[in-house]
T-cell receptor
Framework: GAVVSQHPSRVICKSGTSVKIECRSL??????MFWYRQFPKQSLMLMAT?????????EQGVEKDKFLINHASLTLSTLTVTSAHPEDSSFYIC???????????FGPGTRLTVL | ELKVEQNPLFLSMQEGKNYTIYCNYS?????LYWYRQDPGKSLESLFV?????AVKQEGRLMASLDTKARLSTLHITAAVHDLSATYFC???????FGTGTRLKVLA
């Protein structure tokens, strides 16, 4: 149980385009989902926390107009990187917390490469 | 400033040896998590430490938590090559991750 999927697993796009990443909790409902970014050989940095049905809470330094997060249901959150640039190339990982549990389950990650 | 620091950042050790990774955090955390990450992969949950004095063991890994000292440890016993990975701790305050410890076990 407690499986989280991400799609796509890998994406390459041209500079200036937008990319949408989906995060799904497959066998549980998640009131809260988290989006992290990880650059090579670095730790995971929390970008934003999203709660179902409400606006996401972004961490300091993360542009909310560039990284659009939607958490429309208890099993799906999406991250859209708008007008992507090479410096947005990174490994994006989502996690989900089951209702009533203070625990995170992580997706397999999405590797974004912006040319 | 909120910090979760791990020590050491890099660890190269021989098979069969023991070693401890330390995780210090600067704000109160009622529980502490340990994860493993293999290159190019996401995180694998290792331990959830729920209270002060908690100790958990799985195979060659043992984790402990001292909430008063704001310290958690991950002890490796008789290391094997398969343990080579990056290990992260994480507190519950804003779910901040530690800096990570990259472990390499040499045959």
């Amino acid at each position: 149980g407690a499986v989280v999927s991400q799609h796509p697993s890998r994406v390459i796009c041209k500079s200036g385009t937008s990319v949408k990443i989906e995060c799904r909790s497959l066998d549980f409902q998640a009131t809260t989902m988290f989006w992290y970014r990880q650059f090579p050989k670095q730790s995971l940095m929390l970008m934003a926390t999203s709660n179902e049905g409400s606006k996401a809470t972004y961490e300091q330094g993360v542009e909310k107009d560039k990284f659009l997060i939607n958490h429309a249901s208890l099993t799906l959150s999406t991250l859209t990187v708008t007008s992507a640039h090479p410096e947005d190339s990174s490994f994006y990982i989502c996690s989900a917390s089951p209702v009533g549990r203070n625990e995170q389950f992580f997706g397999p990650g999405t590797r974004l490469t912006v040319l | 400033e909120l910090k979760v620091e791990q020590n050491p950042l890099f660890l190269s050790m021989q098979e069969g040896k023991n070693y401890t990774i330390y995780c210090n955090y600067s704000t109160t955390s009622d529980r502490l998590y340990w994860y493993r990450q293999d290159p190019g992969k996401s995180l694998e949950s290792l331990f959830v430490l729920l209270s002060n004095g908690a100790v958990k063991q799985e195979g060659r890994l043992m984790a402990s938590l001292d909430t008063k000292a704001r310290l958690s440890t991950l002890h490796i016993t008789a290391a094997v090559h398969d343990l080579s990975a990056t290990y992260f701790c994480q507190g519950t305050y804003k779910y901040i991750f530690g800096t990570g410890t990259r472990l390499k076990v040499l045959a």
